[in-house]
């Protein structure tokens, strides 16, 4: 594998690692702390918070912000403009008018699970986790917990569907579910995988 490459226009901070083959484009930025892993693509304007750990073989697209809390298992997806949050309640100041600071801040967390995607323009709230091939339709609002292979749209997002690993959507049939794409077979309640 190749060195990382990083775009003249973007900002990746001293104590951020950056894994082998690793692209950070236009303008896009990794916080000091941040590890991203290897084969990933950092698109333009994207904003990677303090701290944050992003698996290998991961996609952030343009603009996507994922602040400071969150992580990023292998494989996933983050379409352009969507948002992993960190803060449920945000104010700029305390009751009695101060200008609230990091000690006053109680930082929520983000947990994208393997082979996940978010789509473009949706936004994760603290404290959820998305499951394992899990969808999240674009400018959805997740409020809650995403089970693996679950497809949700809407705001507040709530379930349609099952989608394969592959990335499309099931179709029920009888007791199983069955991707016409690739042809697996699942079954409920987990979802796994018929073999």
């Given at each position: 594998?190749?060195d990382p490459?990083?775009?003249?226009?973007?900002?990746?901070?001293?104590?951020?690692?950056?894994?082998?083959?690793?692209?950070?484009?236009?303008?896009?930025?990794?916080?000091?702390?941040?590890?991203?892993?290897?084969?990933?693509?950092?698109?333009?304007?994207?904003?990677?918070?303090?701290?944050?750990?992003?698996?290998?073989?991961?996609?952030?697209?343009?603009?996507?912000?994922?602040?400071?809390?969150?992580?990023?298992?292998?494989?996933?997806?983050?379409?352009?403009?969507?948002?992993?949050?960190?803060?449920?309640?945000?104010?700029?100041?305390a009751p009695?008018?101060?200008?609230?600071?990091?000690?006053?801040?109680?930082?929520?967390?983000?947990?994208?699970?393997?082979?996940?995607?978010?789509?473009?323009?949706?936004?994760?709230?603290?404290?959820?986790?998305?499951?394992?091939?899990?969808?999240?339709?674009?400018?959805?609002?997740?409020?809650?917990?995403?089970?693996?292979?679950?497809?949700?749209?809407?705001?507040?997002?709530?379930?349609?569907?099952?989608?394969?690993?592959?990335?499309?959507?099931?179709?029920?049939?009888?007791?199983?579910?069955?991707?016409?794409?690739?042809?697996?077979?699942?079954?409920?309640?987990?979802?796994?995988?018929?073999?």
């Amino acid at each position: 594998m190749s060195d990382p490459f990083v775009h003249q226009t973007a900002s990746v901070e001293e104590g951020a690692v950056l894994g082998e083959g690793t692209f950070v484009w236009h303008h896009a930025q990794v916080r000091r702390g941040a590890s991203v892993g290897d084969e990933c693509v950092v698109g333009k304007g994207v904003y990677i918070g303090a701290g944050v750990t992003v698996g290998s073989r991961v996609k952030i697209q343009n603009y996507a912000l994922v602040f400071e809390g969150a992580t990023v298992e292998d494989g996933v997806f983050i379409g352009p403009g969507a948002i992993l949050a960190n803060d449920r309640f945000p104010r700029a100041i305390a009751p009695d008018g101060r200008l609230k600071s990091a000690d006053d801040w109680h930082l929520g967390d983000v947990h994208v699970e393997h082979g996940a995607s978010i789509g473009a323009g949706a936004v994760i709230v603290p404290s959820a986790r998305i499951g394992r091939w899990a969808t999240v339709g674009s400018g959805a609002v997740v409020t809650r917990d995403v089970a693996p292979h679950e497809l949700v749209v809407g705001n507040p997002a709530r379930v349609i569907g099952y989608v394969c690993s592959c990335g499309f959507r099931l179709a029920a049939e009888g007791d199983a579910w069955h991707c016409r794409e690739c042809d697996r077979n699942f079954v409920l309640p987990a979802l796994q995988e018929a073999r």
